[in-house]
C-alpha cells in the first residue's frame, strides 16, 4: 500500500481562488469600479470627491483622474485603472467610457458563463464583435477638412459639455483651444501634425474663468530679477541662455591666502570684471531680453539694468524650449558662443501682475509654434479642473486635425454598433452568436448611462432611440438639455472617431484580459513581526 504523503507547493498562508470563483470576484472588482464612475458619464454627470491620505481634495468628473486619485487595491481594478490611463495617454479622452464600456462588457459576459458558456468562446464572439464595431465606426464617420473652425469649435464644445466646472464657457474656451492648435498645427506632406507640448497651460487663481486667454506666445510664471530692469520691451531681442550669468567656483576645495585689503579689492574686481565682460558680450549682439535657466549673480543683474536690458533667472527647461520656438531663438550653452544670429524676436515683453504675482508675457512672436493658454478661475480646484478640461478639448481638437474624421455624439454611434451587431450575429450559427448579441447589449450601456445622468427613464430614450436607428437616423442620439432624441450632426455635437475606436479596442482587450483569467495565486501578507523588522531596519538606516 502507498501511503500518500501532503506536497505543499505554495508557501503557507498563500491563498489560492480557482475556475469560476476567480472569474467571479475578477468580474466584481470591476464592475464595482464601472459603477463607481458610471454615474460621471456626460454633460450630466456627477463629480466625485477624492480625499488623499494627506487630506488633499480633488472633485473631478475626469475619467482618467479619479481612477488616478483612487486608491485601488484589488488587481483586477487595477487593470480597468490601466485601460483609463491608456485611453488618456492615447487619445486623451473617452477614459469614462473606456471603463463603462469594460465593466458593461464584464457584466454580459457573467450573465454567459452562468449559461455555461466556455470563456474562450466568449472571447471570440467579442473580438469578432471589436471589429465588427470599429468596421461600423469606419463606415459612419465624416471626413472633415481639418482647417475648418466650427467643425473643430463643435468638437472642443462636445468635449467640454461634459466637464460641469466649465459650463456657461464651452464657446469662449472652445475658440481658444482651436485656435491654440491651428496656430501650432504644421503641414507635413500634406498631412498635418499637432504637437500637444506646444500648448502650455498656464494656470493662475484668480477672477473668473471668463477672463482665460490665449497668449500666442509664452508666459513665463517668473518676474523681471532686477527693479531698475524695463517691465515693458517693444519689439524685443530674446536671448535664451543654458548657462548661469555667475563666476562659476571651482570643482575641488582650493584656498586664496588674502593678505590685504588691496588684494581683497582686487579679487572683488576681478570677479565685477568678469560678470561685466558676460553682459558686454550680450548686449554686443543687440539682445535685450535675456532668459537664463540657472542663477544671475547681483553684480551681473546691476550691470544688465545700466544697458537697459531686462532678464529673468531659473527659467524652466520646457518654458525655454517653448520660448525657442515661439520666438525663433536659439539655445545658447555659454555666453562667448552668443551672436546676433542666435536672437528670436517678440513685439512684446511685459511684466504684468496676474493675481497676486508677477508674470512675464511674451506676445507677438513672428511664427509662434508654440502658444500658452493662461487659466483662471476662483479657487485653485476650479482652476485644476479647468485645466483638466482644457486639456481633454486639446487632445479631442488634435485628434480631430490629425485624423479629420468624425462621429455623432449623444450616444448615437453606440446605437448604430448595436443595431449593426444584432444583424451581423446572425451570420453566426455557433454559441458565438451569443457573445456577439451580450457585446451589443453592453455598447447599449453607454446611452443608457447618459439617460440615467440626464434624469431620464433610460428604457423610454432606448426604445425610442432604436426605433430611430432601425428608420436609418444613424446620427440619432440623446439631446441630454431637452430629453429627446434628435439629429446630433444637426446638433453639432461631435466626436473623433479615434477616440470612440481607441474606447472600444481599450475595453475589450481589458474585458478579454480579466476573462482569460481562471486562477489567483495570492501571496501570504508578511507577518506584523516581519513589518516591525523591516521597520526597526529602516529607523536605523536613518
Known amino acids: 500500500m502507498v501511503q500518500s504523503i501532503p506536497v505543499l507547493v505554495l508557501k503557507e498562508g498563500t491563498t489560492r481562488t480557482t475556475g469560476r470563483d476567480a472569474q467571479r470576484a475578477n468580474i466584481m472588482a470591476a464592475i464595482t469600479l464601472a459603477e463607481t464612475i458610471r454615474s460621471s458619464l456626460g454633460p450630466k454627470g456627477m463629480d466625485k470627491m477624492l ?42 479622452d473617452g477614459t469614462t467610457t473606456a471603463i463603462v464600456l469594460a465593466g458593461a462588457l464584464l457584466k454580459k459576459a457573467d450573465e454567459l458563463l452562468e ?18 464595431a470599429l468596421s461600423i465606426i469606419d463606415d459612419s464617420a465624416i471626413t472633415i477638412d481639418p482647417k475648418d473652425k466650427q467643425k473643430l469649435k463643435e468638437i472642443a464644445i462636445t ?25 501650432v498645427a504644421e503641414d507635413i506632406n500634406g498631412k498635418y501634425k499637432v504637437d500637444l507640448d506646444n500648448i502650455k497651460l498656464e494656470k493662475k487663481k484668480g477672477e473668473s474663468i471668463d ?48 593678505t590685504s585689503p ?24 543687440g539682445a535685450n531680453f535675456v532668459v537664463v535657466q540657472k542663477g544671475i549673480d547681483d553684480i551681473a543683474q546691476h550691470y544688465l539694468a545700466k544697458k537697459g536690458i531686462s532678464a529673468v533667472r531659473r527659467a524652466k527647461r520646457s518654458d525655454i524650449e517653448l520660448l525657442a520656438k515661439a520666438s525663433g531663438a536659439r539655445i545658447v550653452t555659454t555666453v562667448e558662443d552668443l551672436t546676433s544670429a542666435d ?18 508675457f511674451i506676445e507677438g512672436c513672428k511664427n509662434p509654434k508654440a502658444v500658452t493658454i493662461l487659466i483662471r478661475g476662483g479657487s485653485d480646484r476650479f482652476v485644476d479642473e479647468a485645466e483638466r478640461s482644457l486639456h481633454d478639448a486639446k487632445c479631442v481638437v488634435r485628434n480631430a486635425i490629425q485624423n479629420p474624421q468624425i462621429v455623432a455624439g449623444g450616444g448615437s454611434s453606440e446605437m448604430e454598433i448595436a443595431i449593426k451587431l444584432r444583424e451581423y450575429a446572425r451570420s453566426f450559427s455557433g454559441r458565438e452568436q451569443l457573445a456577439i448579441l451580450k457585446f451589443a447589449e453592453a455598447v ?27 428608420r436609418g437616423e444613424k446620427n440619432a442620439g440623446i439631446n441630454v438639455f431637452t430629453g429627446k432624441v434628435m439629429d446630433m450632426a444637426k446638433e453639432g455635437v461631435f466626436e473623433p472617431a479615434n477616440v470612440k475606436k481607441q474606447a472600444i479596442k481599450s475595453a475589450t482587450e481589458a474585458a478579454i484580459a480579466l476573462l482569460k483569467i481562471d486562477d489567483i495565486i495570492a501571496a501570504a501578507a508578511p507577518k506584523k513581526e516581519e513589518k516591525e523588522k523591516k521597520g526597526s531596519e529602516f529607523e536605523g538606516l536613518e
Not at 449559461?115 to 473580438?127: L, S
Not at 461634459?162 to 483651444?177: D, F, I, M, P
Open 211 to 258: 477672463e482665460t486667454q490665449l497668449i500666442h506666445g509664452v508666459v513665463l510664471d517668473k518676474e523681471i530679477v532686477h527693479p531698475g530692469m524695463p517691465k515693458r520691451i517693444e519689439d524685443a531681442k530674446i536671448a535664451i541662455l543654458d548657462c548661469p550669468l555667475e563666476i562659476e567656483k571651482t570643482e575641488i576645495s582650493a584656498k586664496i591666502n588674502i
Open 159 to 183: 468635449s467640454l459639455s461634459g466637464k460641469s466646472v466649465v459650463a456657461g464657457h464651452y464657446e469662449r474656451l472652445a475658440e481658444l483651444v482651436v485656435d491654440a492648435a491651428l496656430s
Open 444 to 470: 447599449e450601456e453607454i446611452p443608457i448611462s447618459l439617460a440615467e445622468n440626464s434624469g431620464l427613464d433610460p428604457v423610454d430614450v432606448l426604445v425610442e432611440l432604436r426605433a430611430a436607428h432601425t
Open 343 to 360: 536672437l528670436g524676436y517678440a513685439k512684446l515683453v511685459e511684466e504684468r501682475r496676474v493675481g497676486k504675482d508677477r508674470m512675464v
Open 262 to 285: 588691496e588684494q581683497m579689492k582686487s579679487f572683488l574686481d576681478e570677479e565685477a570684471a568678469m560678470l561685466r565682460e558676460m553682459v558686454d558680450k550680450i548686449a554686443a549682439t
Open 51 to 92: 480625499v488623499s491620505s494627506f487630506g488633499d481634495v480633488t472633485i473631478s468628473n475626469d475619467g482618467a483622474t479619479i481612477v488616478k486619485e483612487m486608491d485601488v487595491q484589488h488587481p483586477a481594478a487595477k487593470m480597468m485603472v490601466e485601460v483609463a490611463k491608456a485611453q488618456d495617454s492615447e487619445v486623451g
Open 115 to 132: 449559461q455555461e458558456i466556455h470563456p474562450t468562446i466568449i472571447v471570440e464572439g467579442y473580438k469578432k464583435a471589436m471589429e465588427k
